[in-house]
C-alpha cells in the first residue's frame, strides 16, 4: 500500500463500572468503528469538539490504549509490500516497532520531566530503545537537537530555563531519536504563546521535508489544520462524519456540523454584521450515542429518517466521504437560505471546543 497507516474499523471502548462490585454497567465509546488511511508523506488532520474522541483513537493508533476491536495496519520502513497489524503484536514485537512511530504532546512541560537535564531526558529513550555505544548516543542527540534549531549548549541545562517554544522543540528532538517515519502530533502548539506556533509549524513541516515524515495531527484548531495539512478527517462522538482533502473540506464542507465548525472559526478582520454562529447545546454523552445520526440532536435539518438510520461514510466526490443522509441536497442552498445562515440563529459557545 502507498499508505503509511491504514485503520480499519477501530473502536475503543472503555467499560464503566458501579457497585461493590465494580460490575460493567454500560461503556464510553470513545471511538466507534473509525476506518481511515494516512498516505506516507502526508499529514493528516483529526478535528472536532473535546470529548469526540480524536485524543483516544491516535493513542489507540500507537497502541497507549489498547483498542477494543479493529486493526491499525501500519507499513513499517524498508518493507514496503508488508504491513504489520499492530494490534496483533506480541509486546516484543509492538516494542521493537514502537522506535518507528512516535508522539509529541500538546503540554511540553508536563511531558518532560522537569527535575532532569536535558541530556537524561534524551538519553534515557535512547538507551531504552536502542543499543548504542554512549558515543553513538552523544551523535544521535546532537543531532537531533540540530534538527529542531538547538545546540548542544541545551543538553546541561534543565526544562524550566527555556521558554515554552523551546521545551516543544526539545519534546520534538526527543521524539526523533528513534528515527521514526510516523509521529502523531497531538495538539502540539496548543500550548504555546501564538508568537511561538508558526515557529513550531514551520519546523514541523520542515523535518516533514528532509525527513520524509507522516504525521497525523489532532487539533482543535481549524486555521493550523488548514495551513498543515493535506487531509483532514471530522470527528463527531467517535464517529468519522466527513472526511477528504483540506482545501476541499474547507471550500466545500458537506456535513452540517462541519459547516458549523468552519463558521464558528473566529474571523481576523470580523464583518460589519456577521454573527457569531453557534453549535446548539453540547455533544450527547458517548456513554449514550443518539440512535440514527449521532448528530440530530442538534442538526437544523434532523428528520425522522436520521432519528432512526444511522448515515454512513460514502464519497460524495473522489476522496471526499460524507456520513450525512442528505450531504447532496445540503450542498445546495435550501429552505430559502444556506446552512450558514441559518446556523447563525443558533447559539454556542467556543468553550465547547
Ligand atoms: Fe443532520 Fe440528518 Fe445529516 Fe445527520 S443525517 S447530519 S441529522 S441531516
Redesign the pocket.
Known amino acids: 500500500m502507498s499508505d503509511r497507516l491504514r485503520i480499519e474499523n477501530l473502536e475503543v471502548h472503555y467499560p464503566v463500572r458501579k457497585g461493590v462490585f465494580r460490575r460493567v454497567v454500560g461503556a464510553v465509546r470513545a471511538v466507534d468503528g473509525v476506518s481511515l488511511s494516512i498516505p506516507t508523506g502526508a499529514t493528516f488532520g483529526l478535528v472536532g469538539e473535546s470529548g469526540c474522541g480524536k485524543s483516544s483513537l491516535a493513542r489507540a493508533i500507537l497502541q497507549l490504549q489498547k483498542p477494543t476491536g479493529g486493526s491499525i495496519l501500519f507499513k513499517a520502513e524498508g518493507k514496503e509490500d508488508a504491513v504489520t497489524d499492530l494490534t496483533a503484536l506480541s509486546p516484543r514485537k509492538l516494542r521493537a516497532l514502537r522506535r518507528e512511530m512516535q508522539i509529541v504532546f500538546q503540554d511540553p512541560y508536563s511531558a518532560i520531566n522537569p527535575r532532569l537535564r536535558v541530556k537524561t531526558i534524551l538519553n534515557e529513550p535512547l538507551r531504552a530503545m536502542e543499543s548504542l555505544s554512549a558515543t553513538e548516543r552523544s551523535d544521535r542527540i546532537a543531532q537531533s537537537l540540530r534538527a529542531v534549531g538547538l545546540t548542544e549548549a541545551a543538553l546541561e541545562r534543565f526544562p524550566h530555563q527555556f521558554s515554552g517554544g523551546q521545551r516543544q522543540r526539545i519534546a520534538i528532538a526527543r521524539a526523533l531519536l528513534s528515527r521514526p517515519n510516523f509521529i502523531v502530533l497531538d495538539e502540539p502548539v496548543s500550548a504555546l504563546d501564538v508568537s511561538v506556533r508558526a515557529q513550531i509549524l514551520n519546523l514541523l513541516i520542515q523535518l516533514q521535508r528532509q525527513l520524509g515524515l507522516t504525521y497525523l495531527f489532532v487539533s482543535h484548531d481549524l486555521s493550523v489544520v488548514r495551513y498543515l495539512c493535506d487531509q483532514v478527517a471530522v470527528m463527531y462522538l467517535g464517529r468519522i462524519?466527513e472526511s477528504g482533502p483540506t482545501e476541499r473540506i474547507f471550500s466545500n464542507p458537506l456535513?452540517?456540523?462541519t459547516k458549523l465548525l468552519l463558521a464558528a472559526v473566529p474571523m481576523p478582520r470580523p464583518r460589519r454584521g456577521r454573527k457569531a454562529v453557534k453549535l446548539q447545546g453540547d455533544p450527547p454523552s458517548p456513554m449514550n450515542i443518539p440512535s440514527?445520526?449521532?448528530?440530530?440532536t442538534r442538526?437544523?435539518?434532523?428528520?425522522e429518517?436520521?432519528?432512526t438510520t444511522k448515515?454512513l461514510l460514502r464519497d460524495l466526490e473522489a476522496l471526499h466521504g460524507v456520513?450525512?443522509?442528505?450531504?447532496e441536497s445540503?450542498a445546495q442552498p435550501r429552505h430559502g437560505g444556506s446552512i450558514t445562515a441559518n446556523a447563525q440563529i443558533m447559539t454556542m459557545s467556543h468553550a465547547s471546543f
Open positions: 462524519v456535513h452540517p456540523y440514527g445520526c449521532p448528530f440530530h442538526c437544523l435539518y434532523a428528520t429518517m436520521c432519528r448515515p456520513a450525512c443522509h442528505y450531504a445540503l
